[in-house]
């Protein structure tokens, strides 16, 4: 197991569940 690129996942998967919690909040503003 690579340690470097696991920490390459972690760091993209890490992006989209902030970029994808960012789009949730910002809907729910708009709903709300």
């Known amino acids: 197991m690579d340690f470097e690129a696991t920490l390459g996942l972690i760091g993209i998967v890490g992006s989209i569940a ?7 909040v910002g809907l729910g503003v708009i709903t709300f």
Do not use: K, Q, T
């Open 18 to 24: 902030a970029l994808a919690f960012a789009v949730l």
